[in-house]
Nanobody, 114 residues
Framework: QVQLVESGGGLVQPGGSLKLSCAAS?????????MAWYRQAPGKQRELVAA???????EYADSAKGRFTISRHKTKKEVYLQMNSLRPEDTAVYYC???????WGQGTQVTVSS
């Protein structure tokens, strides 16, 4: 059974950076499938932040463009979300998802606050 596990969340000051990681167990999907990062802030719907497809092409939400970078390490079977210039409105639980399989990770909390 495939499981996704996120890590790397935490508390950071505005303008700071964090790098989230998503590791897969039980499959090599992270090395080839489309993978995505979502986030859900309190009282808001879950929203797509970034995605990376099998070719390596990437897509970003407007709020993430120029600040966030999604990437993958095929050998380590991990997907990353590098987040720079963080803002208080980036505060949310961030989830990794394998869209083709419909599998979500458990989420990791990111809090941007001074």
């Amino acid at each position: 059974q495939v499981q996704l596990v996120e890590s790397g969340g935490g508390l950071v000051q505005p303008g700071g950076s964090l790098k989230l990681s998503c590791a897969a167990s039980g499959s090599s999907i992270l090395s080839r499938d489309t993978m995505a990062w979502y986030r859900q802030a309190p009282g808001k719907q879950r929203e797509l932040v970034a995605a990376i497809i099998s070719s390596g092409s990437t897509e970003y939400a407007d709020s993430a463009k120029g600040r966030f970078t999604i990437s993958r390490h095929k050998t380590k079977k991990e997907v990353y979300l590098q987040m720079n210039s963080l803002r208080p409105e980036d505060t949310a639980v961030y989830y990794c998802k394998a869209p083709r399989l419909g599998i979500w990770g458990q989420g990791t909390q990111v809090t941007v606050s001074s």
